[in-house]
């Protein structure tokens, strides 16, 4: 993945945008990573992941809850909440 610091982003911003159609590019300020830009192909592929993951666990849920198996909402969408924010 190519880093860019802020300031550079902004004054190279077709750069940027260039860089991003081939590949994620971290965007840092004082060293600290704040964005990441993507190409739109692979946002929609990651859109598309997190559709799929989230049906996997409605379905996973539903079938546990025919069997009677009833579980707080933390503990059925938790595990989704965890992957957003371990950037999966």
Avoid: C, W
């Amino acid at each position: 993945m190519h880093v860019m610091p802020a300031q550079q982003a902004k004054n190279q911003f077709g750069d940027l945008l260039m860089k991003a159609q081939h590949e994620p590019v971290e965007i840092s300020k004082h060293g600290k990573r704040v964005a990441v830009v993507i190409s739109p192909e692979e946002y929609d592929r990651f859109t598309e992941l997190k559709l799929q993951s989230l049906k996997a666990v409605l379905a996973e849920s539903l079938a546990q809850a025919e069997k009677g198996e009833l579980h707080s909402i933390d503990d059925v969408f938790g595990p989704l909440t965890q992957d957003e924010l371990n950037g999966h």
